[in-house]
Every structure is written in C-alpha cells, then in structure tokens.
C-alpha cells in the first residue's frame, strides 16, 4: 500500500507572505508486489507441465519353451544387419550368412530400402545383431534407420558364433582394425 506523509501544521491561503505548503512525500510499501510474484512464480510452477521422457516402444514377443511356438520368418523377407568395430555394417539377405556383404552406416539406407522394395511389406523383417566390439553409438543409428525407412517388423537379438566368426573374417579381409 502506498502512504502520505500529511504532517502540514499551515493553512491554505495564497498570496505575499504565506508560507509555501510543504511537499507531501509518498512511500511505496513493497511487500504486497512481492507476495503476488511469488505467487505467480508457484503457479506458473505447478501448472506447466514437465518434460517427460521419452522412449521407443519396444513389443517383444511371448518368451516360450517349445520351439514349434517361437515366431517364425520368411527367409524371403529377411535382412540380417550385423554390427562389428569401427563402425562397419555387414548384411546378409535370406538364411544364408555365408552371402555377407560390408557396407557403411551412409550406404545401410539403400540397403534396407532396396529389400523394402523387392519384399511383400507383411514379409519384410530386418534382423539387427551386434557383437561384442560395436559401440551402443552403432545400435542407436541402425534403430534410426529403422524409424527412417519406416520399417514395421525389427528384432534385436544375439549375434550367433558363425556369424560373429564371419564378421571376424570380413573385417580381417578389409584391415579393419
């Protein structure tokens, strides 16, 4: 609240001799302002909302003991991704790993667009095994490229001995260190 100072002990008239009335000085009291700031400050607080945090859906299929129970894929509709070091890619199409080809992560893209192309969309399933020695890096840019090329059906699993054993191979080949 504001206040005047209205201690003034002389009349009010004008003219020679009068003694000019004395300037009235005003004091601002604060204290309300700041309540009401901090008041917006907490209500501003609690009614926005927080970022939540995001994460990628994952659907996982039923864990089962019987072998006959297991998903299934058409050897036709596969594309096996295989991550090693240094960033190398290696791929294979169908059940077939002694077909490996090396690739990089700028030339993946036309891979897995190509076999989009080539397979029935209910068919196609991209199948991503990292090895020991590829980088947690490496696994997020090929679950970006699943995101980007908008494929449906993607599993991340183990990568087998042979496999591994070929991606070795490959890389001893190509003097991948």
């Known amino acids: 609240m504001a206040s005047l100072d209205t201690e ?3 009349s009010h008239k004008k003219g020679p001799g009068v003694k000019k009335a004395k300037k009235l000085s005003t004091r601002v009291d604060m ?6 700031g901090f008041l917006l ?3 501003f607080i609690f009614s926005t909302t927080m970022a939540q945090p995001t994460a990628m859906q994952l659907i996982m299929p039923k864990d089962t003991e019987k072998l006959e129970e297991q998903t299934k894929v058409k050897a036709s509709g596969a594309l096996t ?3 090693g070091k240094s960033d190398g890619v290696y791929y294979y199409e169908g059940d077939d790993p002694t077909k490996i080809q090396a690739t990089d992560y700028k030339k993946v893209r036309e891979v897995i667009i190509n076999k989009k192309k080539s397979t029935k969309p209910e068919d196609f399933v991209v199948v991503i095994k990292p090895n020991n020695e590829s980088t947690y890096k490496n696994v997020v840019a090929i679950l970006d490229e699943m995101t980007i090329n908008e494929v449906k059906k993607y599993a991340l699993v ?11 191979a490959t890389e001893l080949a190509n003097n991948i260190q």
């Open 8 to 10: 003034s002990g002389g």
């Open 31 to 36: 204290t309300p302002m700041v309540d009401l």
């Open 158 to 168: 183990p990568i087998s001995p042979v496999e591994n054993e070929l991606v070795k």
């Open 41 to 43: 400050i907490t209500f």
């Open 81 to 83: 991704i295989m991550l």
